[in-house]
């Protein structure tokens, strides 16, 4: 079947307007994650969806960043009044579990991400 | 804090060498250990994975060294090819209060394997 996918895959905007960005998990996965991964840094943890609510925002860096998921499917990630530091790949991953079933069943799978560029 | 610390941050290896990475954690609730590998412009997939019970797993050229004591965890890639050239990142998961699992990732090691 099909991964997760993200768009776009690349996005440029001016500073100051807002961005979405799209992911789509694979069909069924109830979890849903969001990191963010800067030039030459790690993985850094935005937000996590179990169905439609978020428990962990924990991520977020600003009021700026918001994020929903609708129908326990697609997720948006929104950055309002985008600024340079936000420049980026946004990576969408997604889980068949959430829960303490077993942590192989937590394996995440990654989408392709969307590079943001703020000018 | 939740911590997982990687090493190094980059890696040259010849062709048919070792790749080594190194991985140090603080918090002992971590429960399962992930690699990940990243091509450039893609997504980390899932390369190997180990339980804290195991102290060494091997798929095909690459294995997972586990000291549990030290806090320590290892990727070995054996024969090192071209074709490895990647992002590796290591993870650690903690089941955390409210019964889910969270990834805590490592900064990435970059890998270049020559010709």
């Known amino acids: 079947g099909a991964g997760v996918s993200q768009s776009p895959s690349n996005k440029v905007t001016e500073k100051g307007k807002d961005v979405e960005l799209r992911c789509d998990p694979i069909?069924?996965?109830?979890?849903l994650y969001w990191y963010r991964q800067s030039l030459g840094q790690g993985l850094e943890f935005l937000i996590y969806f179990q169905g439609n609510s978020a428990p962990d925002k924990s991520g977020l860096p600003s009021d700026r960043f918001s994020a929903e998921r609708t129908g326990g499917s697609v997720s948006t990630l929104t950055i309002q009044r985008t600024q340079q530091e936000d420049s980026a790949v946004y990576l969408c991953?997604?889980?068949?579990?959430?829960?303490?079933?077993?942590?192989?069943?937590?394996?995440?799978?990654f989408g392709p991400g969307t590079r943001l560029t703020v000018l | 804090q939740q911590q997982v610390k990687q090493s190094p941050q980059s890696l040259i290896v010849q062709k048919g060498g070792i790749s080594i990475i190194n991985c140090a954690y603080e918090n002992t609730a971590f429960d399962y250990f992930p690699w990940y590998q990243q091509f450039p412009g893609k997504g980390p997939a899932l390369l190997i994975a180990?339980?804290?019970?195991?102290s060494e797993k091997k798929e095909g050229r690459f294995t997972i060294s586990f000291n549990k004591s030290a806090k320590q965890f290892s990727l070995h890639i054996m024969d090192s090819q071209p074709g490895d050239s990647a992002t590796y990142f290591c993870a650690a998961l903690r089941l955390t209060t409210s019964g889910t699992y969270k990834y805590i990732f490592g900064t990435g090691t970059r890998l270049k394997v020559l010709a």
């Open positions: 069909s069924g996965h109830t979890a």
């Open positions: 991953a997604s889980s068949s579990a959430w829960s303490h079933i077993s942590p192989r069943d937590n394996e995440q799978f």
């Open positions: 180990i339980r804290p019970d195991v």
